[in-house]
C-alpha cells in the first residue's frame, strides 16, 4: 500500500499571513488539526492545532509575544517533512512516529497534491489486516527458516480455508510469530486440527 492510497488529496491549505485566530476557527469549522501553508503554491509551513493551543499560554513552547491577533508564519513549523504519493506507507509511519508529527504534507515534485496523517496510517493498518471481512485470527509460531511459514498455508489450503491476511509481530535467530487472518469463522477448530499437525498455534488459545 502506498501513500496515495490513504492521503487525503482534497487539502485545504492557506496563507502564512492569515492571523491565527482565522485558523484557529477554520479548523473548528472545517474539523481539521493541520494545514499546509502555502506561498505562491510553494509549501513554506505547517501549523496544527497543538501550535495553536499554545498561543499566549506559559507553555515551553509557546512563542514569547505572539498572540491571536498575529500572522501564523509566527508559529508555523519549517522547514517541512513530507512524504511522496508512492512511497511505502510503513516508510512515511516511520517519518511519522521518529519525529513525533501528526501528519506529513504529500508533495509531487513541488506541487502539493496531499496529506497523510496518523489516522490514515491507523486506519490502513487496521484494513491490512483483514480485520473488517468475516475472518478470524490465527497467531502461529514458525521456526525462523525458508518454507516455515509455507509449510502452516499449505496446510491450511489444503482444508479449503483462504488467509487473507499475514502481518509478523515478533521475530528472533529461532522462531518467528505471524498473526493470519483466515476466512472461516471456525478459528478454534482450525487451530485444533492444525495443532493435531504439530503446528505451535499461540491463538486461539485450547479451551482449558
Do not use: C
Amino acid at each position: 500500500m502506498l501513500v496515495q492510497d490513504i492521503m487525503t488529496k482534497k487539502v485545504v491549505a492557506i496563507d502564512p499571513e492569515m492571523p491565527i485566530v482565522d485558523v484557529n476557527k477554520l479548523m473548528e469549522q472545517r474539523n481539521i488539526r493541520h494545514f499546509p501553508i502555502l506561498m505562491n503554491s510553494q509549501l513554506v509551513g505547517i501549523v496544527s492545532d497543538r501550535d495553536i493551543r499554545v498561543v499566549g499560554s506559559e507553555h515551553p513552547r509557546a512563542q514569547k509575544g505572539v498572540t491571536l491577533k498575529d500572522s501564523v508564519k509566527k508559529i508555523m513549523r519549517s522547514p517541512v517533512l513530507t512524504t511522496h504519493p508512492l512511497d511505502p506507507i510503513e516508510e512515511a509511519a516511520k517519518v511519522l512516529r521518529e519525529h513525533k508529527i501528526g501528519a506529513m504534507p504529500v508533495l509531487d515534485g513541488d506541487e502539493l497534491v496531499g496529506i497523510v496523517t496518523g489516522i490514515d496510517f491507523l486506519e490502513a493498518m487496521v484494513k491490512m489486516t483483514g480485520v473488517y471481512g468475516a475472518t478470524t485470527r490465527l497467531e502461529v509460531e514458525v521456526d525462523n527458516r525458508p518454507g516455515g511459514l509455507a509449510s502452516v498455508l499449505d496446510s491450511i489450503a489444503k482444508k479449503k480455508v483462504n488467509v487473507s491476511s499475514v502481518m509478523t509481530t515478533r521475530s528472533d535467530p529461532d522462531a518467528v510469530h505471524f498473526v493470519l487472518r483466515v476466512n472461516t469463522i471456525d478459528g478454534r477448530g482450525l487451530a485444533g486440527e492444525l495443532r493435531k499437525e504439530g503446528f505451535e498455534i499461540l491463538w486461539p488459545t485450547e479451551k482449558p
